[in-house]
Every structure is written in C-alpha cells, then in structure tokens.
C-alpha cells in the first residue's frame, strides 16, 4: 500500500506588504497575511494538514476582504449596509463580509449611529432638507426604521428647523413673496420637495412675512 505523501513548508518567504508566501513540498503554494502567520505559528520543515490549509485559505480570504473594507473606511465613514453592498459588489462571500463587518463594528470602525448622526448634519447643513427627506435618504444606508426614526427625531432635537428654513426664504425678498402669489407657491414646493413638513413650512413663512414693528 502506498502512503500519502507529507506537505511539508518549504519556504515561508516575505511577499508584498504584510503578506508572506508559503511554499510546500507538494505544490500548494499560497499567500497569507502576517497576521495568519501570528495567530497560527508556523515553520519551515513542519507539515501541513489539509485541515490546516483551509484555515490559513479562508483567514486569507478574511484578511483580504477586511483590508478592502478598511480602504473603503479610511476614504470615509459608511453605514454597515453600504459597506456590505460595497463588498459584495465586489464579488466577496457574504458569509465572511458578515464576520468582518461585525468585527470592525466590535472594535469601533463601523459605528451606525455615528455614521447617521454625521450623515444627517452634513446633508443638513449642505441642502436644507428636512426629516421627511432625511429619513428617505437615511433608508438607503440603515434598514430599520425605528432606528432611522430615532436617530432623525435625534438630530432634529439639537437643530431649529424654523433657522433651516428661514436660511432658503432669506434668498427672497419678503415683499415681492407677497406681492406675487406664484413665486409664494414655489417657495412652499421647493420647501415641501426638500422634505419639511408643512407645519413648519406655514410656521415660517408667516413669521418671515411679518411687518417689522
């Protein structure tokens, strides 16, 4: 009976930045990242089980979607919905996305909430819409609606949507939104497409219409 040839590591060599080569005895020839080599100590000359490859195979393929979802961070901040489209965009598991998603949220790089929080201001600030239109476009980035409902009701507790909206009238001069009734009415459309509700809208309007004493 012949006996099943040993895998044996024949070199374990530098590759690219924090990447190691590993070649072995019976032509399985593969890269991993350092820290594979940090968590699962290996050596030139000692074997390799099959077992053994496939978890250095799916640490590798870990650390590789892990990098990629860190360079995607490190342009800006993002929701765990998009950067789990993103990833899968970019034909990786879904299966080993979850696992690194859910371990950059454990070590802080995926923060929902500080992502909602910032997103929202910045969407605030640039185009002054209001929590109709805000929470429309936090849909796109979070999946529950009890969260976007929270974390909209949050940031609009720390704003004075009546400022927002007077910002968009002061571009008009209040005579002439009097005097012409169709300007009056693209001004409340413009108002209500930007996604503010029309109690507030009405509110003010009639404040910024009102005679100075």
């Known amino acids: 009976m012949k006996l099943p040839r040993k895998n044996k590591i024949l070199s374990i060599t530098p590759y690219k930045k924090n990447t190691f080569k590993i070649t072995t005895s019976l ?3 593969f890269r991993v990242p350092e820290e594979t080599l940090l968590k699962i100590p290996l050596i030139e000359g000692s074997e390799l089980s099959e077992s053994d490859i496939n978890t250095l195979k799916s640490d590798k393929n870990y650390f590789t979607v892990r990098s990629k979802a860190l360079r ?17 965009k970019k034909g990786d598991n879904k299966k080993t996305i979850s696992m690194v998603i859910e371990d950059l949220e454990n070590k802080g790089f995926v923060d929902d909430e500080k992502f909602c929080l910032a ?11 209001g929590p109709i239109a805000l929470k429309y476009k936090l849909k796109e980035h979070i999946d529950s609606l009890n969260f976007i409902e929270k974390l909209s009701d949050r940031i609009y507790s720390e704003l004075n949507i009546e400022n927002i909206i007077m910002q968009i009238l002061a571009k008009y001069p ?3 939104i009097k005097k012409e009734d169709n300007l009056k009415r693209k001004i409340i459309n413009k108002l209500k497409r930007k996604g503010h ?16 004493l």
């Open 197 to 212: 509700y029309w109690q507030d809208i009405e509110g003010a309007l009639n404040k910024y219409l009102k005679p100075v």
């Open 174 to 176: 209040p005579e002439k």
């Open 119 to 129: 997103f929202g201001k910045d969407q605030i600030n640039k185009n002054k819409i």
């Open 72 to 88: 995607l961070l490190d342009y800006r901040m993002r929701s765990k919905k998009e950067l789990e489209y993103r990833l899968l």
């Open 27 to 29: 032509g399985v020839n």
